[in-house]
Structure formats: C-alpha cells, structure tokens
C-alpha cells in the first residue's frame, strides 16, 4: 500500500499545531491518514525556528537553499567561519581566554589581548604568515573583532612575558581533560632558523649546528617535552651555540620545579646521554630510557655488542603502515644501568647508504675545499695542509662496524625488554610534533630579531601546536578521520556568503562536508544555520 507524508496545520482555540502525517489506503482501499510525529504548537516557535525547518526539509528534498531567495539579491562578502568556530573550542576548553583576561588587567591594557591572539592563531593554523599580513587578511574571518597591527606585536611581547604561565595552563588542562597518568615524558630538541646571519652576544640567535640543514643562517635551540599521547608539557628556548646535551638539566629542573611532576621514566635521544645527564635524573627521582653512544663505549663492552651471534633475542613490532618488523638485540649490564642494543638488516642498508652519500659528498669535496666550511671528519676527510683533504680510509673502515647496530639504556627494572623498546620506539612522536611545528605551523625561517619577539613567536606557535594536537586527538578518538592536512582542507571549506537579498542581509551557510559534520560533533560545536539574517547570526 502506497503512502506518503505530508505536513497539516489545525487551528484550535488553544493555538496553532503543526503534525506530520502519513497518508494511504487500509484494507479495504479507502484513503485515510495516521499521525507520524506532533511537533507542537506554532506560538512555540520563533519565525527563524520555522524557518530553519523549513529550509532543513526542503534541502534533504534537494532543493537549493539559494532559490529561497528570490528578487535583488548580491554577494557582499564571503567569509571563513570554520578556524574561530573549532579552535575557538579548543581555546576554550583550555581555559586560555581566562588567562589573556587577567594578563589584559593586570597589564592594564587598552586593547583586548585576546582578540589579537586568537587572530595570530587562526591565521597561524590556516596559513602562516607574518604579523602584518594577519592584520591584512582578519577581515576573511567572519565577525572577527577588528585588531590594530602594533597590537599584535604588543601581543607577541606579552606572550614572552607570561610564556610559563601559559605553558602551565595547557599542560595541566590537558591532563585533567585526557584523564591519563603521566608515566613517559619524551624529550628532545630541534632549531629553528632565521634568514639572517647577524649575529650579537649574549642574544638567543647564534650560529651552530642546525637540524634543518642550513648553513650560515643564525638560530636557536628549542626543547620540548610531550606525553605519550604528543600532549605537550612545556618548552624551552636557548641560543643557537648551545649544545643539545646541555639543555637537558633544564627540562629535569622544569619538570620537578615548574610542573610538578614528581615520577616518570624520561625518554630521550642519544645527544642527552652524559654521565652527569644520568646523575641529574637519578638526582631528581625519575628514571630514564635514553639513547646510547655505541662507539663511546669501552672495548670490554662494546665488543660483545658488536658481536652478532651474541644477538638471540628477538622483538617484533608494526610499523605505522601496520607492516611487521623483526629486531634482534641483547643486553648487558654495565655501571648500574641496561644495555640493550638492536640489530635491523634495513638500518644496515639505510647506514650504508648514508655512508655512500657522504662518501660521495667528500670527493666533491676535496676537489674543490672550498665547499668545505668546517668539521671535515663528518665526511670521513682528513686534512693534510690548507685547504688540502684526503679521504680517511681507517675512519670509513670503522664507520662499517656499526652498520645496522643501535643501543639505548635504561635505569628501570620494571618494564620488559620489550616494553622499553617500544617506548624508545616512541621518540618518533616528538619527530612528528617538530614536523608539524616546522612545516605545517611554519615557525621556521623567523623574521622578529628581538629576543623578546621570538619568545613570543614561540609561544605562539606552541599554542598553535597545542590546539592543533588536541583537536586531532579528539576527532580521531576511536578511528583515524582528519590527518593535519585534511583537517586544514575541511576547516578552509566551512564558509558563509554575506548576501544583500533585497532591503535584508542574510547569511548562507556553504553545503557541509561529511569531515565537517564529524569534526563539529567531536568538538561539541553545533553547526551553523544554513540560511539566517545578519542580526540573528550566532557562533
């Protein structure tokens, strides 16, 4: 039998009620009607209600919000709404408003603090640029208050001031909202560099060794902490002389005096291992897992760990593509502490190969010394007069020894070998926060000179980083949906014409994504309406 539903008003003395219907024939062929839902009464409703109604119906019927609008109507503008509307969230549920508010009062501010830093954020997570082009392009955010350009440096300044406070705040919020025990903090550092080579003393940008591959530009050091979840705990800035081992009583001293963390295993790379980095953790409570320098070992050590019959122990783990990889390692003991050293067939095709491109970098090299700038030894060259290098045979032979070969130790008597593998195995978590700093938040090449403008970049950009993070976490809670990039490509599609429809200013809403709608949900943002007049827009 047939039916169909279809809406009926029915006027009563007690007001107006508005019931969906469904018609068909009964048994015996005769057409009658049964109530499918009330939806009460029509006084109940605002006209905006109805309307939204309305407009929902007709597009699930696929209609065209546009041809509602009929007579003179023209585009005033169009407008982002996505970026405020779901890391306006994250701002929120890390109570940093609260903490511009009081910055603003106790600064005495004239301008709203938080106003100019939710711009640079936004533009920072959409597409990072400078300080004056924020100020350019605020108006393509919709209902954005207007901010002054020196307000946004100003900003900056105030942001390097209260750094800590803020690092606090996020780093405490983001416990209480995840509920987890913090039992592995992962440590390590990475530089950022500007395009300049001006150097002054005593100033954070110094030349130095950079991880980006850049030579002759000036740079600083940064250290970051996060969990195992890439939450992050806090940072650190130091010139860009400094050595990276060096910074690492800093982020010990940061954890127990700043954050009050009092037990965790700190996991790290092997450029903090030092004899006096060990002491200083053990000195502080905590344990370690940290990265081993194989070839500084002695003899008696190092020998049956470069032994490979020695290796009986198996590991087997996934890969992030899920693809299964098999690591043989053994352990010794050795001055109170764990070795275990691993062995991997593919690490000693990727070393090999590392070794050949230097290999062929040094004979570029010594035919031509002046590509040379410093530390010959890094391409096995051994220096035999000015400018003159030849290539060190021994040090290429010695190099070929540790193919493969990698060594972390570790303090903690609890964890299996395996466990502390995988933990190690970890680190490449805050590679991926660094990543997600350089490339998709861009804080690298800087363009402030003052160190009291980077600082406040920095913090900036850990903000970024530290909404980005967490509203990842929170839409692919129980299945992978948005990566960094698909993220920013939905967050760029959420937009709204501001349309001129005769003597009225109305808004419409662009059509919603399948990612919008989740991304909404897990954030616990409603979406907007699709069609609403200028005055009765609410974010």
Request: aromatic residues 10%; positive net charge; contains cysteine.
């Amino acid at each position: 039998m047939l039916s169909m539903a279809f809406l009926k008003v029915e006027r009563k003395s007690s007001g107006t009620y508005l019931r969906i219907l469904e018609s068909y024939r009964n048994d015996k062929g005769l057409p009658t009607s049964r109530v499918l839902y009330s939806l009460g009464k029509v006084e109940d409703y605002t006209p905006e209600q109805l309307r939204s109604i309305g407009i929902k119906l007709f597009e699930l019927g696929g209609g065209e919000v546009k041809t509602l609008l009929e007579g003179d109507l023209r585009e005033l503008g169009r407008f982002n709404y996505g970026y405020q509307q779901i890391f306006g969230k994250a701002l929120e549920h890390y109570g940093l408003n609260d903490i511009f508010r009081r910055i603003k009062k106790n600064s005495k501010l004239e301008f709203d603090l938080g106003n100019s830093i939710l711009l640079m954020l936004l533009e920072r997570l959409q597409e990072p640029c400078s300080k004056r082009s924020n100020f350019l392009k605020q108006q393509e955010y919709l209902n954005l208050p207007p901010v002054s350009l020196h307000h946004l440096y100003r900003s900056l300044d105030k942001l390097a001031d209260h750094n800590l406070l803020i690092q606090q705040q996020i780093f405490h919020t983001g416990r209480d909202l995840f509920n987890q025990k913090l039992d592995i903090v992962f440590y390590d550092v990475t530089t950022f560099y500007f395009e300049s080579e001006v150097e002054k003393e005593g100033e954070l940008r110094q030349m130095g060794f950079g991880k980006d591959g850049k030579i002759g530009n000036t740079q600083i050091l940064f250290g970051m902490m996060i969990d195992a979840n890439k939450n992050p705990i806090g940072y650190r800035i130091f010139k860009g002389d400094s050595f990276e081992g060096h910074t690492f009583e800093k982020a010990l001293d940061d954890l127990k005096n700043q954050f009050n963390i009092d037990k965790v295993i700190v996991v790290a790379d092997r450029g903090m291992l030092s004899k006096n980095n060990i002491a200083l953790t053990i000195e502080n409570g905590y344990e370690y897992i940290l990265g081993e320098r194989l070839k500084s070992l002695p003899k008696g050590i190092k020998g049956p760990l470069l032994t490979l019959s020695n290796y009986k122990h198996e590991w087997i783990y996934k890969d992030n593509e899920g693809e299964q990889i098999s690591i043989r390692y053994t352990t010794i003991k050795h001055e109170g502490k764990t070795i275990i050293a691993t062995y991997s067939q593919s690490r000693a095709k990727k070393d090999r190969m590392d070794r050949e491109k230097k290999l062929a970098t040094a004979q570029k090299m010594i035919a031509n010394p002046s590509l040379l700038k410093k530390k010959p030894a890094r391409f096995f060259l051994q220096s035999t007069g000015p400018e003159t290098y030849i290539l060190d045979k021994e040090k290429v032979k010695q190099a070929e020894l540790y193919d493969g070969f990698l060594a972390i130790s570790t303090n903690n008597e609890n964890l299996s070998i395996a466990e502390v593998l995988e933990q190690y195995k970890q680190l490449y978590k805050i590679e991926h926060s660094f990543r997600s700093l350089k490339s998709h938040l861009e804080t690298r090449p800087m363009f402030h000179w003052t160190d009291k403008r980077i600082e406040g970049h920095i913090c900036l950009c850990y903000m970024a980083f530290a909404l980005l993070n967490f509203t990842l976490q929170k839409v692919n809670a129980t299945k992978p949906v948005l990566t960094e990039g698909s993220l920013r490509k939905t967050l760029d599609q959420m937009q709204v014409s501001l349309l001129q429809h005769n003597d009225e200013k109305v808004y419409i809403r662009s059509a919603q994504s399948t990612n919008e709608v989740t991304l909404q949900k897990a954030m616990g943002v409603q979406p907007l309406q699709p069609l609403v007049r200028e005055d009765r827009l609410i974010m």
